[in-house]
Antibody, heavy 117, light 110 residues
């Protein structure tokens, strides 16, 4: 069974850091582009970043450039999002997603990040 | 201020056919495939349509997608109460080098 399980969310003060993890099971991570997508409370979906199969290509939305870093460890079947200089507007549920635009698309259940003092 | 524009709401009665539109530009919908997601309350998004009009395994044929120029549409026929959810369109954007989503359409089954 395919599973994506996110962890690492929580309450953090403005300016703080968090590292999100996403562990994949039931499939081989290194076959897919992987993405982080977030959803602020009561709002729509916002794509955050993605990374290709071997980690050589990475893209991110302008609002997180220079603050968030996406990475992967295929040997551990894991995807990461390092988040620094967090702001209140980064408060959201963060989803790990496989192959957003393909038949094999699959999303985890998400992890909540709350940035507040 | 989403890059892709969707109506915020749509509604229909059981058995009816409803359509949800998604408008973009040449850098996203005009040059790339469109995908549609369904998000039930409290759940993660689920892929409904990929590559404009393809249904993943397990998605009923009541759901269909189309694209023309810089716009796309999702059609739901034989509307059912369990279709009440938020629907999002998505596409790659060549200018932004990223995925863009519509703002979402809340579908209400009356």
């Amino acid at each position: 069974e395919v599973q994506l399980v996110e962890s690492g969310g929580g309450l953090v003060q403005p300016g703080g850091s968090l590292r999100l993890s996403c562990v994949a099971s039931g499939f081989t991570l290194n076959s897919y582009w992987m993405h982080w997508v977030r959803q602020a409370p009561g709002k729509g979906l916002e794509w955050v970043a993605n990374i290709n199969q071997d980690g050589s290509k990475k893209y991110s939305v302008d609002s997180v450039k220079g603050r968030f870093t996406i990475s992967r460890d295929n040997a551990k079947n894991s995807l990461y999002l390092e988040m620094n200089s967090l702001r209140a507007e980064d408060t959201a549920v963060y989803y790990c997603a496989r192959a957003i635009g393909a038949a094999e698309a699959y999303w985890g259940q998400g992890t909540l990040v709350t940035v507040s003092s | 201020q989403s890059v892709l524009t969707q109506p915020p709401s749509a509604s229909g009665t059981p058995g009816q056919r409803v359509t949800i539109s998604c408008s973009g530009s040449s850098s996203n919908i005009g040059g790339n495939n469109v995908h549609w997601y369904q998000q039930l309350p409290g759940a993660a998004p689920k892929l409904l349509i990929y590559s404009n009009n393809q249904r993943p395994s397990g998605v009923p044929d009541r759901f269909s997608g189309s694209k023309s120029g810089t716009s796309a549409s999702l059609a739901i026929s034989g509307l059912q109460s369990e279709d009440e959810a938020d629907y999002y369109c998505a596409a790659w954007d060549d200018s932004l080098h990223g995925v863009v989503f519509g703002g979402g359409t809340k579908l209400t089954v009356l």
